[in-house]
């Protein structure tokens, strides 16, 4: 069985869009820090091999089959060697998007897939490019989109990708949050 450690709806579509049969499982509550001096490009892959360890221990490992895959990921957005996560509050989602604005910035997924005897881990990275946003399509996309639960505080598959987004380089599923062609590949050869 292939585990799926998320509760993104974004994740879940994605992974199911592969055709491979999965189930969620998550574990609440796992810590998501990470060192400053960590660096930025290494951030997501970090993450997501820290989300996988719960799940390797105690009664979760128990729960698992000797063939069984965990799947972790997490998504970061950088600009200029500074880690954009997921906003606290609207000024802070705002601040975000007027730093992106007219700007390209790289989203990194790292995804980690572990079984009980081994564990193989990568990230992908995807450049993007916003056109120069105005405040009222800063406020408009805030107000109705809420997009407080996105890395960089913005989802491309919404309202601000459309109008937003000038150049991609690399995966647009990545950018979602989850590299699926990358996953696909690995999961054959795991």
Not at 114 to 138: G, M, P
Request: negative net charge; charged residues 30%.
């Amino acid at each position: 069985m292939i585990y799926l450690a998320s509760n993104s709806p974004r994740r879940k579509e994605l992974l199911a869009g592969l055709d491979i049969d999965f189930e969620t499982w998550v574990i609440p509550d796992i810590d998501e820090s990470f060192p400053e001096n960590l660096h930025p490009e290494e951030t997501a892959e970090f993450l997501a091999k820290k989300k996988a360890a719960p799940y390797f221990v105690g009664e979760n490992l128990l729960r698992l089959a000797e063939d069984d895959i965990v799947v972790t990921a997490d998504t970061v957005v950088i600009l200029e060697e500074r880690v954009l996560g997921k906003p606290a509050d609207e000024a802070e989602a705002r601040e975000m998007l007027r730093a992106l604005s007219g700007k390209t910035h790289e989203v990194i997924t790292g995804v980690c897939l572990t079984s009980k005897s081994k564990q193989r881990h990568f990230s992908v990275t995807t450049k993007v490019t916003f056109a120069k946003l105005s405040e009222k399509q800063i406020s408009y996309y805030i107000e109705k989109y809420q997009p407080f639960d996105k890395a960089g505080a913005y989802g491309i598959q919404e309202w601000i990708g459309y109008v937003g987004v000038t150049r991609l380089e690399g995966s647009y599923f990545n950018v979602m949050g989850l590299p699926v062609q990358r996953i696909y590949e690995e999961i054959c050869r795991f």
